[in-house]
């Protein structure tokens, strides 16, 4: 297979263009501004996204902060 044969761009699109970007020029500044946990298969079927990811962790520290009253 040579490079026209994989080649799906349109013509009007100019090759300059294509070969000037820089590969990986942002994924540190996208390191430094995601946190991604991968959680096991039988909990993200309890917890399908974010929201109920989250909602689940601000209720568990809010018990926690209220067990740690108690104790004093």
Partial sequence: M????????????????????????????YREGSNVVVIDPDLSKAFPDARTVNEALRALLALRGKAAEESH
């Fill in 2 to 29: 040579n490079e026209t044969e994989d080649d799906d761009l349109a013509p009007e699109y100019p090759t300059r263009l294509i070969h000037a970007g820089v590969r990986g020029k942002y994924a540190q500044r």
